[in-house]
């Protein structure tokens, strides 16, 4: 198993573009969640999805669209590209829920995404 | 509003010593903690975790207590290898299977 997959590992993008940030899991896994952590910070939600056509915002929304076609694949969408959104951004996937109780579930993470908005 | 808090930005151990790493939350409705380390260009991994009915879970050299009472849970490492050198990331999960993580503690072990 490849596990939880993202591209590009690093990205430059100019105020205003637009890009796709690409992450696929072939876990089989129900829980999909994007994060960003900035310098000296932890890690924050962006969106999550429970399953296939399934989304919701996380603390971070803002700037920022997923779409759940498939079960492996949670695509992260920025469209106008603003300094703030530099960061690095990880894509996590999990079988269950990890709240009520906890089973020893966990979430998987990606590498990550660097992204640098000039 | 930081539900979640690791005061300590970093800590430096010596070789084959204790390492113990902190972690306070505050939202009470969180049930479930985790623990995840992170090294350079790396995501973060799974280390260990604890659910709100236990007060202590060891894996191998990596043991996780919890105190309700004080919002306030614990990682100790021992004996303290080089390759623990990384950092460390509490987290934490309540209704609606969202993780709430901590700022991170660098720890740093020292030959």
């Known amino acids: 198993n490849a596990g939880v997959t993202q591209t590009p590992k690093f990205r430059i993008l100019k105020i205003g573009q637009s890009m796709t940030l690409q992450c696929a899991q072939d876990?089989?896994?129900?829980?999909m969640y994007w994060y960003r952590q900035d310098p000296g910070m932890g890690l924050k939600l962006i969106y999550y999805?429970?399953?296939?056509?399934?989304?919701d915002k996380g603390e971070v929304p803002n700037g920022y669209n997923v779409s759940r076609s498939t079960t492996e694949d949670f695509p992260l969408r920025l469209e106008l590209a603003a300094p703030s959104q530099t960061s690095v951004y990880f894509c996590?996937?999990?079988?269950?829920?990890?709240?009520?109780?906890?089973?020893?579930?966990?979430?998987?993470f990606g590498p990550g995404t660097r992204l640098l908005v000039l | 509003d930081q539900q979640v808090k690791q005061n300590s930005p970093s800590l430096s151990v010596q070789e084959g010593r204790i390492s113990i790493l902190n972690c306070d939350y505050t939202?009470?409705?969180?049930?479930?903690f985790l623990w995840y380390k992170k090294y350079p260009a790396e995501g973060p991994t799974f280390l260990i975790s604890?659910?709100?009915?236990?007060d202590k879970n060891e894996d191998g050299r990596f043991t996780v207590f919890l105190n309700k009472s004080a919002k306030h849970l614990s990682l100790h490492i021992v004996p303290s290898q080089p390759g623990d050198s990384a950092v460390y990331f509490c987290?934490?999960?309540?209704?609606?299977?969202?993780?709430?993580f901590g700022a991170g503690t660098i720890l740093r072990v020292k030959s």
């Open positions: 996590a996937s999990s079988y269950r829920r990890l709240a009520g109780g906890g089973r020893g579930e966990t979430q998987y």
């Open positions: 876990m089989n896994h129900n829980y």
């Open positions: 999805s429970v399953g296939a056509g399934i989304t």
């Open positions: 939202n009470s409705m969180f049930d479930y």
């Open positions: 604890i659910s709100s009915i236990k």
């Open positions: 987290a934490a999960a309540g209704y609606g299977n969202k993780l709430v």
